[in-house]
C-alpha cells in the first residue's frame, strides 16, 4: 500500500515499551506515571503487544528485550516491519519544514520512497510567537505554501482542530485576523480570525498549485478538543472557491463523525475521505468504519493511511489492520452482490491508485 500519512519516528532502536506510545500527552511526573499504569490497559496495546511478540517469535514478557535485539541493526528492523505490513511507498507529515531533508532521511533509512506534505500551523505559531502582524503571518504563509509547492511537497496539512477549531469562517478580513492576535489565551488558542484566513488563502494556492490538503478531522490526542473537530464544521469553508477548488483530504475517518465525513465526500467532488488512526487505536471497527465509507463515496475518493509516529511498529500495525479489514469487507461486499472486479478494483484504488493520482502524479 501507498500510506498516504505518517510521521518522523524513532532513528534508533532498543527495548520495547508500549507505555510510551498513546494519545495522552500530558507531560511532567505524573502524566509519565499514569502512562506506564495505563500502558497495558489498552486493547490495542495489549494486540500489538501480542502480535510483535509473534512477529518476533518470542514471549509477551520478552518483548522488551527481543525487540531490543531485533532492532540492532536499526535500518533491516525498520524496512522489514514495512515489508510484512506491504507498505512500498509512504508520505510523511514533517511539520514546517521547508524541503524535503528529512523525508530523504527516512527514505534512505526505510528504502523506499518517502513524500513530504507542509504543515501551516508551525509557520503561523512560530510567527505569532514572536509578535509578527496579521498582514505578515498571512503573506509568510502564503510564501511557504509556494515555496512548499516549488519544492515538490505531495501536499498540505492543517491541524487547525487542534487550535481554534475547524468552524472555518469563510468572511474573515485582515483587520479582523490583526484584532484576533490580542486575545489573551495561549497561541496555541489564539487567533481563529487569523488562522481561518491563513487555511483559506494556503487553501487558494494548494488549489492553484495542483496540490491536497490533509485537514486532521475526528479524534486525536488528549490536547484536542473534540467538540472543535466534527468535519461538519468545514461546511461553509468547502462552500467558497478556495475550499471547493482545493483537493482537501479529510482525515482519520473524522472518527466518531465517519458518516458525516463520507457524506461531505459523497456531495463534494473535490472531498476526499481518508482512514488513518483509527487502525492503530480502535482496530476492531476499522472493518465498520470502511464498510460505511464504501458504502457511501465513491471509490476513487477514499484513501489508506497509517497515522504512523514515534516506532515503526505503529505503521505495522496499522498497516495490517487494514489489510485484515479489507479482507472481511471484500467478503460483507461479496456477500450482497457487488461483482468481483469492482472490488477488486476498489481494493486497488483504496490501498494505492487514489494516493497515486492525489498526491504524486
Ligand atoms: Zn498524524
Known amino acids: 500500500m501507498i500510506d498516504d500519512h505518517g510521521h518522523p519516528f524513532a532513528r534508533s532502536g532498543g527495548p520495547w515499551n508500549i507505555a510510551s506510545i498513546g494519545l495522552f ?18 486493547l490495542w496495546a495489549n494486540l500489538i503487544d501480542q502480535r510483535l511478540a509473534a512477529y518476533l517469535k518470542c514471549n509477551v514478557a520478552d518483548l522488551p528485550e527481543a525487540r531490543n535485539e531485533a532492532s540492532a541493526n536499526w535500518p533491516t528492523y525498520v524496512r522489514g516491519l514495512l515489508d510484512d505490513a506491504n507498505i512500498v ?6 511539520g514546517g519544514e521547508r524541503s524535503s ?20 500551523d508551525p509557520i503561523i505559531d512560530n510567527l505569532m510567537e514572536k509578535g509578527a502582524d496579521a498582514e505578515t503571518i498571512v503573506s509568510e504563509v502564503e510564501r511557504y505554501c509556494r515555496e512548499a509547492i516549488s519544492a515538490g511537497c505531495a501536499g498540505f496539512k492543517t491541524a487547525i482542530a487542534y487550535r481554534t477549531g475547524l468552524a472555518v469562517r469563510a468572511d474573515m478580513t485582515i483587520d479582523a ?35 491536497p490538503f490533509q485537514v486532521h478531522t475526528g479524534f486525536g490526542d488528549s490536547s484536542l478538543r ?32 465517519t458518516e458525516e465525513l463520507g457524506f461531505l465526500a459523497l456531495s463534494k467532488p473535490n472531498v476526499f475521505a481518508e482512514v488513518s488512526l483509527i487502525n492503530i487505536f480502535t482496530p476492531l471497527k476499522v472493518t465498520e468504519r470502511i464498510l460505511q465509507l464504501v458504502e457511501l463515496v465513491p ?12 516506532q515503526p511498529e505503529t505503521f505495522w500495525f496499522a498497516a495490517h489492520a487494514l489489510h485484515q479489514s479489507w479482507e472481511q469487507v ?4 461479496g456477500r450482497v452482490g457487488a461483482s468481483a472486479s469492482w472490488i477488486e478494483e476498489a481494493r486497488h484504488d483504496l490501498f494505492e491508485g487514489n494516493a497515486r493520482r492525489l498526491y504524486l502524479d
Open 25 to 42: 500527552t500530558e507531560e511532567g511526573a505524573s502524566a509519565d506515571r499514569r502512562r506506564q499504569e495505563v500502558g497495558g490497559k489498552r
Open 89 to 94: 511507498e509512504s508520505i510523511f507529515d514533517v
Open 101 to 120: 531533508a528529512v523525508s530523504d532521511y527516512f527514505a534512505d533509512l526505510t528504502a523506499r520512497p518517502v513524500h513530504w506534505l507542509g504543515r501551516i
Open 177 to 211: 485576523a490583526q484584532k484576533s492576535l490580542t486575545e489573551p489565551v495561549p497561541v496555541r488558542r489564539r487567533g481563529k480570525a487569523l488562522r481561518d484566513l491563513a487555511f483559506q488563502r494556503a487553501l487558494g494556492i494548494a488549489a492553484e498549485g495542483g496540490r
Open 226 to 257: 473534540l467538540s472543535e473537530s466534527n468535519p461538519l464544521l468545514l461546511e461553509e469553508l468547502l462552500a467558497t472557491e478556495e475550499g471547493s477548488s482545493a483537493s482537501v483530504v479529510l482525515i482519520h475517518s473524522g472518527y466518531p463523525w
Open 299 to 310: 471509490t476513487d475518493r477514499i484513501i489508506f493511511g497509517t497515522d504512523g509516529h514515534e
Open 330 to 333: 471484500a467478503q460483507e461486499l
